[in-house]
């Protein structure tokens, strides 16, 4: 073969050192006990003694052991998630692909998913961040997308803690490290800290991309005899396992041991990649391709044969190596970064070829696609790896474990409001709120992000959802944007699975929609514990149930998504945390709203009602100390025709400001709206709250639903709530440099209008004076020593 | 004709094309980094941000020996307008065309803001349709963009006015506050002594529509596409 005289002489080494490697290291004696130690069940171990009749050779326990992990095989989670609706008008590729794709018109598609690498940054920050962002990035760019925007959801435990002041940093760091190099702009995300993930962080990383609709790339390795080929980096020993024994099980003391199962990421080669990728997609004679991710070679390979119902055949002396002396095993399962498979039309290789060496990337073929559905793999002569692709990659062991109600739901669930005190000082619980840093601002973390790179950024972060001007391939613009929010509030999911689930579903799109965005389709990221254990896989079969309601209530089917279980420590689970991710479609990018106040002398108006919800708020947990109670309720109907309200409203250009009412509340929602936002103007805001609900409830409850908007017509505006039968009503108006919220009971109100005695100033602050709070909850804590 | 260069790691690249061509309405076009000769015709020369060559050695060290580098120094030499923007402005004084370094931030940290502009020199081909004294905002976005001299060749490099734009705040107080990365004098840009080559730490290709945040890179720009014109009249 031509293409493999570029490393001829370096072959020959190779071949030669290898000899000596296998006298040097021979391979260990495959028993049940070494499958255990794989991380292979007995009842596997029996699977794989029947498929194959016969004992399997090192490398092909490997293969079993990497692609029957929960992480590659998804085998707790998959009878659930099959009940998930994936399908929709607009919907162009569902979960299995390395990403879902949807429709937005004008012949283009947006392809996204989120994906965790919460093992690896725990155990290197630095570069299990990184490597996590180069990972989604390449699902994307695989399926022939330009990736456009990242977000990214990460959680932490107690700031208070130097290691997590580490991690925080680390992490950042690697987010930006690696996004900023790609020039893919991070346009928004989440940062979350709570006691949960002191022994787990979260990081998970959302991707968007761009491709023609009828573009898209899949992951298929179909034509029997077309060449198979290998390009990016080249192989090393790094992350071998990665999939298995890091990101399938439950950490303990003695998880720092596991570092060298963490990647390493390069994000010049995969900037390199993602160019040679698009152009040589361009030529037309790539069949499939997709990322080696986790489990590396093996697992990029099984799966394109699998879902062409193919085979491979390959050898492993022709992969591109970085180390001397690498086994078959190490080839085939390491999870060094940035490296494709690519399967093109047989005898037009070479245009593919010479766009990597353009780029000055490696590209090799070693193998062809089969017609027998085997994986067949030769290393030095000999033959390494024979079994049948499907059993191994399509029919993984699929499990139905055993749920259980925690014992301890009830007492979780339990709140009296009646006997929590009232807020005696609504002010000083204002700035204790505006100091935490859930709800501080986030300016540290995304300020280190490039949001700008590829010029399309509209709304970057700190606003409730992103919002990205789409750009065709070849630099021309559209009038169309498209908008995605990440969310979860963990704690009303510990409260209530289910319900904390659609909450989430509703809040992603609620942000989505406060820009002017109709939300389209939805990503999901599931953390959660340990589901060998009945309370762990009950919570997260009830998040499944409740992702799948709200999914269906709001149009907005499941395109893709990714599970990450085992985020658990000597025993100690994190809060169920399935991270949410929204994407909408906004038909005219002129007409947005974005989520400061802008203009004084505007009404601002509440949509939406305000109830008695004080259950998993942040002021139960920073005023009273407590994580208890029942998550606020959700109305899917509801948000459906607020959502509606807000795309008719921003695009008659009623609504020029918009933003959701979530954590902290009505009084933590206005405060953020008057500070200093893209614009560069800071707002103050008089407004008259009334209501027969307790004061402390109205200011800090977190009742689900409702947005805050800014309009120059409120008559206008109110008329089309009603029509849409929205509860809205005029609260007050933006203007001044005070944020002050008065309260008038209601029962006052209903015997004609409050005295002024009775009318009572809960907040009257300057904005500014918050505004700095606000802003310095997360440096200060940084600031500590240590 | 503008030259964009592209090497590899660029990543502004085609914004700078975006926003000259699609934008600013100028014929713009990606030259590739292996390329020994720019395009007949080029007018400009374009070095845009990213990370050539993954900025693994030091900030523009490597893209400085890329083909198209002697060809560019032979331009700039023959009086062609040279534009380096983040990047592109440490490529450039890797390649000595233009005085001093860029180093790691102050606070050691990436910093993605917008940035206020104070326009110290107004002259073509960069900064014409400026005025002196005017505020410019437009964002920066690096973690190696502290600009570095001695004092005395920053005091040599005032009086022959190559210092052109310094971080200022709204109002145009050139302040220790306002120097977001630690540039000593809080220089933001640089020319060379013939005034044709210049450097910035800022973006002006993402400050050309009001829609993504600003239009004061159009100022910048703008002025590079009149000297252009002049030239072709």
Same mark, same amino acid.
């Given at each position: 073969?031509?293409?493999?005289?570029?490393?001829?002489?370096?072959?020959?080494?190779?071949?030669?050192?290898?000899? @000596?490697?296998?006298?040097?290291?021979?391979?260990?004696?495959?028993?049940?006990?070494?499958?255990?130690?794989?991380?292979?069940? +007995?009842?596997?171990? &029996?699977?794989?003694?029947?498929?194959?009749?016969?004992?399997?050779?090192?490398?092909?326990?490997?293969?079993?052991?990497?692609?029957?992990?929960?992480?590659?095989?998804?085998?707790?989670?998959?009878?659930?998630?099959?009940?998930?609706?994936?399908?929709?008008?607009?919907?162009?590729?569902?979960?299995?692909?390395?990403?879902?794709?949807?429709?937005?018109?004008?012949?283009?598609?947006?392809?996204?998913?989120?994906?965790?690498?919460?093992?690896?940054?725990?155990?290197?920050?630095?570069?299990?961040?990184?490597?996590?962002?180069?990972?989604?990035?390449?699902?994307?760019?695989?399926?022939?997308? @330009?990736? #456009?925007?990242?977000?990214?959801?990460?959680?932490?435990?107690?700031?208070?803690?130097?290691?997590?002041?580490?991690?925080?940093?680390?992490?950042?760091?690697? =987010?930006?490290?690696? %996004?900023?190099?790609?020039?893919?702009?991070?346009?928004?995300?989440?940062?979350?800290?709570?006691?949960?993930? @002191?022994?787990?962080?979260?990081?998970?990383?959302?991707?968007?991309?761009?491709?023609?609709?009828?573009?898209?790339?899949?992951?298929?390795?179909?034509?029997?005899?077309?060449?198979?080929?290998?390009?990016?980096?080249?192989?090393?020993?790094?992350? =071998?396992?990665?999939?298995?024994?890091?990101?399938?099980?439950?950490?303990?003391?003695?998880? +720092?041991?596991?570092?060298?199962?963490?990647?390493?990421?390069?994000?010049?080669?995969?900037?390199?990649?993602?160019?040679?990728?698009?152009?040589?997609? /361009?030529?037309?004679?790539?069949?499939?391709?997709?990322?080696?991710?986790?489990? %590396?070679?093996?697992?990029?390979?099984?799966?394109?044969?699998?879902?062409?119902?193919?085979?491979?055949?390959?050898?492993?002396?022709?992969?591109?190596?970085?180390?001397?002396?690498?086994?078959?095993?190490?080839?085939?399962?390491?999870?060094?970064?940035?490296?494709?498979?690519?399967?093109?039309?047989?005898?037009?290789?070479?245009?593919?070829?010479?766009?990597?060496?353009?780029?000055?990337?490696?590209?090799?073929?070693?193998?062809?696609?089969?017609?027998?559905?085997?994986?067949?793999?030769?290393?030095?002569?000999?033959?390494?790896?024979?079994?049948?692709?499907?059993?191994?990659?399509?029919?993984?062991?699929?499990?139905?474990?055993?749920?259980?109600?925690?014992?301890?739901?009830?007492?979780?669930?339990?709140?009296?409001? !009646?006997?929590?005190?009232?807020?005696?000082?609504?002010?000083?619980?204002?700035?204790?709120?505006?100091?935490?840093?859930?709800?501080?601002?986030?300016?540290?973390?995304?300020?280190?992000?490039?949001?700008?790179?590829?010029?399309?950024?509209? #709304?970057?972060?700190?606003? +409730?959802?992103?919002?990205?001007?789409?750009?065709?391939?070849?630099?021309?613009?559209?009038?169309?944007?498209?908008?995605?929010?990440?969310?979860?509030?963990?704690?009303?999911?510990?409260?209530?699975?289910?319900?904390?689930?659609?909450?989430?579903? !509703?809040?992603?799109?609620?942000?989505?929609?406060?820009?002017?965005? /109709?939300?389209?389709?939805?990503?999901?990221?599931?953390?959660?514990?340990?589901?060998?254990?009945?309370?762990?896989?009950?919570?997260?079969?009830?998040?499944?149930?409740?992702?799948?309601?709200?999914?269906?209530?709001?149009?907005?089917?499941?395109?893709?998504?990714?599970?990450?279980?085992?985020?658990?420590?000597?025993?100690?689970?994190?809060?169920?945390?399935?991270?949410?991710?929204?994407?909408?479609?906004?038909?005219?990018?002129?007409?947005?709203?974005?989520?400061?106040?802008?203009?004084?002398?505007?009404?601002?108006?509440?949509?939406?009602?305000?109830?008695?919800?004080?259950?998993?708020?942040?002021?139960? &947990?920073?005023?009273?100390?407590?994580?208890?109670?029942?998550?606020?309720?959700?109305?899917?109907?509801?948000?459906? /025709?607020? &959502?509606?309200?807000?795309?008719?409203?921003?695009?008659? %250009?009623?609504?020029?400001?918009?933003?959701?009412?979530?954590?902290?509340?009505?009084?933590?929602?206005?405060?953020?709206?008057?500070?200093?936002?893209?614009?560069?103007?800071?707002?103050?805001?008089?407004?008259?709250?009334?209501?027969?609900?307790?004061?402390?409830?109205?200011?800090?409850?977190?009742?689900?639903?409702?947005?805050?908007?800014?309009?120059?017509?409120?008559?206008?505006?109110?008329?089309?709530?009603?029509?849409?039968?929205?509860?809205?009503?005029?609260?007050?108006?933006?203007?001044?440099?005070?944020?002050?919220?008065?309260?008038?009971?209601?029962?006052?109100?209903?015997?004609?209008?409050?005295?002024?005695?009775?009318?009572?100033?809960?907040?009257?602050?300057?904005?500014?004076?918050?505004?700095?709070?606000?802003?310095?909850? =997360?440096?200060?804590?940084?600031?500590?020593?240590? | 004709?503008?030259?964009?260069?592209?090497?590899?790691?660029?990543?502004?690249?085609?914004?700078?094309?975006?926003?000259?061509?699609?934008?600013?309405?100028?014929?713009?076009?990606?030259?590739?980094?292996?390329?020994?000769?720019?395009?007949?015709?080029?007018?400009?020369?374009?070095?845009?941000?990213?990370?050539?060559?993954?900025?693994?050695?030091?900030?523009?060290?490597?893209?400085?020996?890329?083909?198209?580098?002697?060809?560019?120094?032979?331009?700039?030499?023959?009086?062609?307008?040279?534009?380096?923007?983040?990047?592109?402005?440490?490529?450039?004084?890797?390649?000595?065309?233009?005085?001093? $370094?860029?180093?790691?931030?102050?606070?050691?940290?990436?910093?993605?803001?917008?940035?206020?502009?104070?326009?110290?020199?107004?002259?073509?081909?960069?900064?014409?349709?400026?005025?002196?004294?005017?505020?410019?905002?437009?964002?920066?976005?690096?973690?190696?963009?502290?600009?570095?001299?001695?004092?005395?060749?920053?005091?040599?490099?005032?009086?022959?006015?190559?210092?052109?734009?310094?971080?200022?705040?709204?109002?145009?107080?050139?302040?220790?506050?306002?120097?977001?990365?630690?540039?000593?004098?809080?220089?933001? $840009?640089?020319?060379?002594?013939?005034?044709?080559?210049?450097?910035?730490?800022?973006?002006?290709?993402? $400050?050309?529509?009001?829609?993504?945040?600003?239009?004061?890179?159009?100022?910048?720009?703008?002025?590079?596409?009149?000297? $252009?014109?002049?030239?072709?009249?």
């Amino acid at each position: 073969m031509s293409d493999r005289n570029r490393s001829g002489s370096s072959e020959l080494e190779r071949s030669e050192s290898g000899e @000596r490697a296998r006298g040097e290291r021979s391979e260990p004696l495959v028993d049940q006990t070494l499958a255990r130690e794989h991380g292979l069940s +007995d009842e596997e171990w &029996q699977r794989i003694l029947e498929i194959l009749g016969r004992t399997p050779s090192y490398s092909e326990l490997g293969i079993f052991s990497v692609m029957w992990s929960e992480h590659c095989s998804y085998k707790s989670s998959r009878v659930h998630l099959k009940n998930l609706p994936t399908r929709g008008e607009h919907v162009l590729v569902g979960p299995g692909e390395g990403a879902g794709a949807v429709a937005i018109g004008d012949g283009l598609a947006v392809i996204f998913k989120i994906e965790s690498h919460n093992h690896p940054s725990f155990i290197e920050p630095t570069q299990g961040a990184a490597t996590g962002v180069g990972g989604i990035l390449r699902d994307i760019f695989s399926m022939g997308a @330009r990736p #456009i925007a990242t977000l990214d959801s990460i959680r932490f435990g107690p700031l208070d803690d130097p290691k997590h002041r580490r991690l925080l940093e680390g992490v950042v760091h690697g =987010i930006g490290g690696y %996004g900023n190099s790609v020039g893919v702009p991070t346009v928004g995300g989440e940062t979350g800290f709570h006691e949960c993930y @002191r022994g787990n962080i979260l990081v998970n990383a959302f991707n968007l991309g761009l491709a023609p609709a009828d573009g898209i790339f899949l992951g298929q390795a179909s034509g029997v005899g077309n060449p198979v080929i290998y390009a990016g980096s080249k192989t090393g020993r790094d992350g =071998i396992h990665g999939a298995s024994l890091l990101a399938s099980a439950e950490f303990d003391a003695e998880s +720092d041991a596991k570092r060298p199962t963490v990647q390493v990421g390069d994000p010049f080669t995969e900037k390199c990649l993602i160019e040679a990728c698009l152009e040589a997609m /361009r030529t037309g004679v790539i069949v499939g391709i997709q990322d080696m991710g986790a489990a %590396g070679l093996t697992c990029s390979s099984f799966e394109m044969a699998s879902r062409a119902e193919t085979g491979i055949e390959m050898d492993l002396d022709c992969v591109p190596q970085r180390a001397a002396n690498l086994s078959p095993y190490e080839l085939l399962l390491s999870e060094s970064q940035e490296r494709m498979l690519l399967v093109t039309r047989a005898g037009e290789e070479r245009q593919v070829l010479d766009i990597f060496e353009r780029w000055d990337l490696d590209a090799v073929v070693v193998g062809r696609v089969t017609g027998d559905g085997r994986m067949r793999v030769h290393w030095h002569g000999q033959t390494v790896v024979d079994i049948p692709v499907d059993p191994v990659a399509a029919n993984a062991p699929l499990y139905e474990r055993k749920q259980r109600v925690p014992a301890d739901l009830a007492a979780r669930q339990k709140l009296d409001l !009646a006997s929590i005190e009232p807020e005696a000082d609504p002010q000083a619980a204002l700035a204790v709120l505006l100091d935490s840093p859930n709800l501080g601002s986030k300016a540290w973390v995304w300020r280190q992000y490039d949001s700008l790179v590829q010029g399309n950024t509209v #709304i970057g972060p700190g606003g +409730d959802a992103a919002l990205v001007r789409v750009k065709r391939e070849d630099g021309t613009p559209t009038r169309k944007a498209v908008a995605m929010s990440v969310d979860c509030n963990p704690r009303w999911c510990w409260l209530d699975p289910r319900a904390g689930t659609i909450a989430a579903v !509703a809040e992603s799109a609620r942000n989505v929609a406060c820009t002017g965005a /109709r939300p389209l389709a939805l990503t999901n990221c599931l953390n959660f514990g340990n589901p060998e254990k009945p309370e762990i896989m009950w919570e997260l079969a009830e998040s499944i149930r409740g992702l799948g309601e709200a999914a269906e209530a709001l149009g907005t089917p499941v395109i893709s998504g990714n599970v990450s279980l085992y985020n658990e420590t000597s025993g100690r689970a994190i809060f169920p945390t399935p991270t949410i991710a929204v994407v909408g479609l906004l038909d005219d990018v002129e007409r947005h709203a974005v989520s400061h106040f802008e203009v004084a002398g505007l009404a601002i108006l509440l949509l939406g009602e305000t109830r008695e919800e004080l259950g998993g708020s942040e002021w139960l &947990q920073l005023r009273r100390g407590l994580e208890a109670g029942l998550p606020p309720s959700v109305d899917l109907a509801h948000e459906l /025709r607020l &959502q509606q309200l807000l795309a008719e409203g921003v695009a008659s %250009g009623l609504v020029r400001t918009a933003h959701d009412v979530s954590n902290g509340g009505l009084a933590v929602a206005l405060a953020e709206c008057g500070f200093t936002g893209p614009a560069g103007v800071r707002i103050g805001a008089r407004v008259e709250l009334a209501d027969g609900i307790r004061p402390d409830a109205l200011l800090f409850g977190e009742s689900t639903g409702r947005v805050l908007v800014a309009t120059g017509n409120p008559d206008a505006l109110l008329e089309r709530a009603r029509a849409a039968a929205v509860p809205a009503r005029r609260i007050g108006t933006t203007g001044g440099s005070r944020l002050v919220i008065r309260h008038a009971p209601l029962t006052v109100l209903a015997s004609g209008g409050p005295a002024a005695s009775e009318v009572t100033s809960l907040i009257d602050a300057e904005v500014a004076n918050l505004e700095a709070i606000w802003a310095r909850a =997360i440096p200060r804590r940084l600031e500590q020593a240590g | 004709m503008f030259a964009v260069l592209q090497f590899p790691g660029s990543n502004d690249d085609r914004d700078m094309v975006f926003a000259m061509k699609s934008v600013l309405g100028a014929d713009a076009r990606l030259v590739w980094h292996k390329d020994a000769e720019l395009p007949a015709g080029t007018q400009c020369v374009l070095l845009p941000g990213g990370f050539s060559y993954g900025d693994y050695l030091r900030c523009g060290a490597m893209a400085r020996f890329s083909p198209i580098m002697a060809a560019v120094t032979r331009f700039a030499a023959a009086g062609g307008p040279v534009l380096g923007t983040c990047n592109g402005f440490q490529v450039l004084c890797e390649a000595g065309l233009l005085p001093g $370094a860029l180093l790691r931030n102050r606070d050691l940290a990436f910093v993605c803001a917008p940035a206020h502009l104070r326009v110290e020199r107004v002259a073509a081909p960069f900064t014409s349709r400026a005025t002196p004294g005017q505020v410019l905002r437009i964002p920066i976005k690096h973690g190696e963009g502290r600009y570095h001299v001695t004092p005395e060749k920053l005091a040599r490099l005032e009086a022959a006015n190559q210092v052109v734009l310094r971080y200022c705040t709204p109002a145009g107080d050139v302040t220790d506050a306002a120097n977001p990365n630690g540039s000593i004098g809080n220089v933001a $840009a640089v020319c060379n002594a013939a005034g044709n080559v210049m450097g910035l730490m800022p973006h002006p290709e993402h $400050a050309v529509e009001a829609l993504t945040g600003s239009t004061d890179g159009r100022v910048l720009l703008g002025s590079l596409i009149d000297w $252009a014109e002049q030239q072709t009249r």
